[in-house]
């Protein structure tokens, strides 16, 4: 009867954990494109990059 209720009880615990919906990640970027070379080509990169990866 406790392997039963045990058996139970990790089952719920299991169901419980996968139903749970993990939160979406957020995230800002700040960057400019003055005065260094890496940091323009970075820019231009991520203006492209960034809009294609949102989901909203």
Do not use: C, G
Request: no cysteine; proline share 5%; aromatic share 18%.
């Amino acid at each position: 009867m406790k392997t039963i209720i045990l058996a139970i009880f990790i089952f719920i615990q299991l169901y419980i954990s996968s139903a749970q919906k993990t939160k979406p990640f957020k995230a800002i970027a700040f960057y400019t494109a003055k005065n260094d070379p890496a940091n323009i080509s970075f820019v231009q990169e991520a203006n492209r990059w960034f809009p294609e990866v949102v989901e909203f």
